[in-house]
Nanobody
Framework: VQLQASGGGLVQAGDSLRLSCVASGRDFRSNTMGWFRQAPGREREFVAAIRWSGGYTYYADSVKGRFTISGEKGKNTVFLQMNSLSSEDTAVYYC???????????????????WGKGTLVTVSS
């Protein structure tokens, strides 16, 4: 199973970016896909997640109202639309997938089974 994230780059504060993540692999199974990020010197933190059953979405307070997660289950693809970016959003963004994740663990990176290599988002102020 492989997750490939893309769409990162260098933008200015206030700009937008859209990240994409595609999962592949014969044995790929998922009930939840999510995005995490890790800034230099900081721990990896939850950003957003989507549950395929019902399409429910979840966000970190720091991005609520600015970021939108969406996806296409049939294509094993998830997106993260990021608006009103600030320097605080600078980080490597990772997509992740889980097959049997329970809702109470949705913000825990240890609950996810597969991870992409990450894509760097740099926001200049």
């Amino acid at each position: 199973v492989q997750l490939q994230a893309s769409g990162g780059g260098l933008v200015q504060a206030g700009d937008s970016l859209r990240l994409s993540c595609v999962a592949s692999g014969r044995d790929f199974r998922s009930n939840t896909m999510g995005w995490f990020r890790q800034a230099p010197g900081r721990e990896r933190e939850f950003v957003a997640a989507i549950r395929w059953s019902g399409g429910y979405t979840y966000y970190a307070d720091s991005v609520k109202g600015r970021f939108t997660i969406s996806g296409e289950k049939g294509k094993n693809t998830v997106f993260l639309q990021m608006n009103s970016l600030s320097s605080e959003d600078t980080a490597v963004y990772y997509c992740a997938s889980a097959a049997g994740l329970i809702l109470s663990s949705i913000r825990r990176h240890s609950a996810y089974d597969y991870w992409g290599k990450g894509t760097l988002v740099t926001v200049s102020s």
